[in-house]
C-alpha cells in the first residue's frame, strides 16, 4: 500500500473517530438533560407533597410505605425515616398509632372497597381524619394514594352545635312540661269550671304544646345520636308486638283522616329479634306517622312483616303524595323535608327519618325505601333474628 493510501486511511478512521465520539457527546449530553429534566419533575413532585394542604401517602402493591408528606409524620407522630420503605400492617403491630389507618386500609386488602374509597377515623382525643383511598397503574407498577383530610375543625364545630342544641332542647322541655300540666289541670276543671269558647282555646294551646314537646324530644334524640349517649338495652322480643302496639296508638290518627291501616304476617309466629323495645317503638312510630301524615284521606297503609334467610324484615306502603326523585338521596338527613309536603303545610321536624336510620343501624340492620311523586312510598327495614 502506497504512503498517500495510508495517509487517507488514517484520515478516515479519524474522521469515523471523531463523528463516533460527537454522537457519544450528543448520547451523554441528552442523557444528562433527561436525567436534568426527571430530577427537575422529581423536586416539582417533592415539592407539591411537602407542600399539600391535605396528608398524602403513597403504598406499593405489597403495602411498603413509598412516600410520606410531613402532614402524615404529624397525623401519625412518626417521623420520615422511621416508616419509609416498611410494610405498614406490620408496622402497626409495632406502632399502636398506626391501627385506626391500617383497618380502614385492610379492606382495600380484603378487596372489600371500590377503587376509590372514604372513610372517616379518629386518632387520639382531638384528631379526626377523613381518609380517601384510590389505586393507581404506572406501567407494570400498581399502588395505593391515601389521602388524609384534617377535619378536626368541623368536628369541633359539629359538636359546639350538638351541645348548643342539647342544653337549649333541655332548658325548654322543663317550662314546656309545666305549660302542659297547668293547661291539663285547667281542662279537667281541677281549678274551676271553664265555657266552651275557653275550652277551644285551651285545647289548641295544649296541642301546639304537645307539639313543641315532641319537637324538643326529636332534638333530644338526635344530640343522644350523635354524642353516642342514645342508650341501647335489647331484649329478645317478637316484633309483633311492637307492631300492634305502634298501630294500636296510631288508630285515632288514622281513624280521623278515614285511613285504612292493614297489617299481613305469616301464620306462624316470627322469629325472635334482639331489639330494644323503646327505640324500635320510636322507629315503627316514626314511619307509620309518615304514612299517615302523607296519605290524602280514605287512603291506605299496609304494614308487612316476613322472615328472609336470617332476617326479619319490617314494610310499609301507603298510598301517599311520595317523594320527588331528585329528593330522595336527602330521605335520611337531618331536618330534610320534601318540597311536595312543605306546600301541603303538614307540621314535622324533619328528624324522624334520621332517628329511624340510626336505630335501625343501632339494631345491625338495614334501611331503604322505594317512592314514586304522587303515587306513594314504600319503607323497608331488615333486621336480624335470632332463631
Known amino acids: ?143 395505593s394514594l ?86 341501647y338495652r335489647p331484649e329478645l322480643m317478637q316484633i309483633e308486638d311492637i307492631v300492634d302496639q305502634v298501630v294500636s296508638d296510631s288508630k285515632e290518627t288514622a281513624d280521623i283522616k278515614k285511613i285504612k291501616i292493614k297489617t299481613e304476617r305469616p301464620k306462624e309466629l316470627l322469629p325472635l329479634v334482639m331489639i330494644d323495645k323503646e327505640k324500635m317503638i320510636i322507629a315503627i312510630q316514626n314511619l307509620l306517622e309518615n304514612s299517615l301524615k302523607y296519605t290524602p284521606e280514605k287512603g291506605a297503609v299496609v304494614i308487612s312483616l316476613e322472615k328472609k334467610d336470617k332476617e326479619v324484615i319490617f314494610k310499609i306502603t301507603d298510598s301517599g303524595v311520595g317523594i320527588p326523585k331528585d329528593q330522595q338521596s336527602r330521605i335520611f338527613s337531618k331536618f330534610f323535608r320534601g318540597s311536595n309536603v312543605i306546600k301541603m303545610e303538614t307540621e314535622g321536624s324533619g328528624l324522624g327519618l334520621y332517628t329511624t336510620k340510626n336505630i335501625i343501624e343501632l339494631h345491625e340492620g338495614k334501611i331503604w325505601f322505594e317512592s314514586e311523586e304522587g303515587k306513594g312510598s314504600t319503607f323497608y327495614f331488615s333486621v336480624p333474628s335470632r332463631s
Open 1 to 143: 500500500m502506497s504512503h498517500s493510501n495510508q495517509e487517507r486511511e488514517l484520515e478516515n478512521k479519524e474522521e469515523e473517530l471523531r463523528k463516533i465520539r460527537m454522537a457519544f457527546l450528543n448520547i451523554l449530553e441528552d442523557t444528562e438533560e433527561a436525567k436534568m429534566q426527571a430530577i427537575e419533575e422529581k423536586n416539582k413532585t417533592l415539592a407539591v407533597i411537602q407542600n399539600f394542604t391535605d396528608g398524602l401517602l403513597v403504598l406499593s402493591e405489597d403495602n411498603k410505605i413509598e412516600i410520606i408528606s410531613p402532614l402524615v409524620e404529624g397525623f401519625l407522630k412518626q417521623a420520615e425515616d422511621e416508616i419509609l420503605g416498611k410494610d405498614i400492617f406490620k408496622l402497626s403491630l409495632e406502632k399502636a398509632d398506626l391501627k385506626p389507618l391500617t383497618e380502614v386500609l385492610k379492606k382495600r386488602k380484603n378487596k372489600e372497597i371500590k377503587s376509590i374509597f372514604r372513610k372517616e377515623i379518629r386518632l387520639g382525643e382531638e384528631l379526626f381524619l377523613e381518609i380517601t383511598v384510590s389505586h393507581f397503574r404506572s406501567g407494570e407498577k400498581k399502588g
Open 146 to 231: 391515601v389521602i388524609l383530610h384534617d377535619v378536626s375543625r368541623d368536628k369541633l364545630v359539629e359538636r359546639m352545635k350538638t351541645e348548643f342544641v342539647s342544653i337549649s332542647a333541655h332548658q325548654l322541655r322543663t317550662p314546656l312540661s309545666a305549660v302542659k300540666w297547668t293547661l291539663r289541670m285547667i281542662l279537667d276543671g281541677d281549678v274551676g269550671e271553664i265555657n266552651g269558647e275557653q275550652r277551644d282555646l285551651l285545647e289548641k294551646t295544649y296541642q301546639s304544646n304537645e307539639r313543641m314537646i315532641a319537637l324538643i324530644n326529636d332534638l333530644l334524640n338526635v344530640t343522644r345520636i350523635e354524642e353516642g349517649r342514645f342508650l
